[in-house]
């Protein structure tokens, strides 16, 4: 049982070039988040989806796109990268959109943008 | 948004010591959960605690949320309790707002 994988682990990037994060989930939840993490900071949310077929927008969404491809995998597009952009990026998952469900964590994605 | 205040913001202790660690938000939630991130940066949730107190092992936690604050009482630390600890609160859904962390070594 692999939880939460996300692809790739560790990324450089050149100004202006684009890129696609993956991410699958085996624990047949519905719902499903990418967050940023800037060095010595906490998580913030770029997007979520709360079940198949549905997306939207997190506190930083600003330059991202976003796919929920089918109930397990959910990615995360650059079209343009941008310095600011540099980051620590997390997939995630719960049961279902709603408080009290455990968010499981994938082991993130080192993201350089130079 | 929601205003996540976590303190301190860095924690050394000696192994076997004894610790708290504070959130304060800024509105009223009806959802909270603090995490763990390891020092290889693995995140692991520890409690979902909205209002009132729960314990795991050598864990606790206990949100008053009429006061807007949060505790995380680490008891007979170890090495292993290393890394940073997040307090996220989140309105409707599990859309939460994380702090800032507190960073925790542990000594042996």
């Not at chain 1, 202006?16 to 990418?34: E, F, I, K, P, R």
Request: proline share 5%; hydrophobic share 30%.
């Amino acid at each position: 049982n692999a939880g939460v994988t996300q692809t790739p682990k560790f990324q450089v990037l050149k100004t202006g070039q684009s890129m696609t994060l993956q991410c699958a989930q085996d624990m047949n939840h519905n719902s499903m988040y990418w967050y940023r993490q800037d060095p010595g900071m906490g998580l913030r949310l770029i997007y979520y989806s709360a079940s198949e077929g549905t997306t939207d927008k997190g506190e930083v969404p600003n330059g991202y796109n976003v796919s929920r491809l089918n109930k397990r995998e959910f990615s995360l597009r650059l079209e343009s990268a941008a310095p600011s952009q540099t980051s620590v990026y997390f997939c995630a998952s719960s049961e279902a959109a709603a408080e009290g469900n455990t968010i499981y964590f994938g082991e993130g994605s080192w993201l350089t943008v130079v | 948004g929601i205003q996540v205040e976590q303190s301190p913001p860095d924690l050394i202790l000696q192994e076997g010591a004894n610790s708290t660690l504070r959130c304060n938000f800024s509105d009223s939630v009806n959802n909270l959960q603090w995490f763990h991130q390891n020092p290889w940066g693995q995140l692991i949730n520890l409690f979902y605690i909205p209002s009132g107190t729960k314990q795991n092992g050598r864990l606790s936690a206990t949100t008053v949320a009429t006061e807007r604050y949060s505790l995380l009482y680490i008891s007979s630390s170890q090495t292993t309790d290393s890394g940073v600890y997040f307090c996220a609160p989140g309105g409707a859904g599990n859309k939460l707002t994380f702090g800032g962390g507190t960073r925790v070594l542990v000594k042996p």
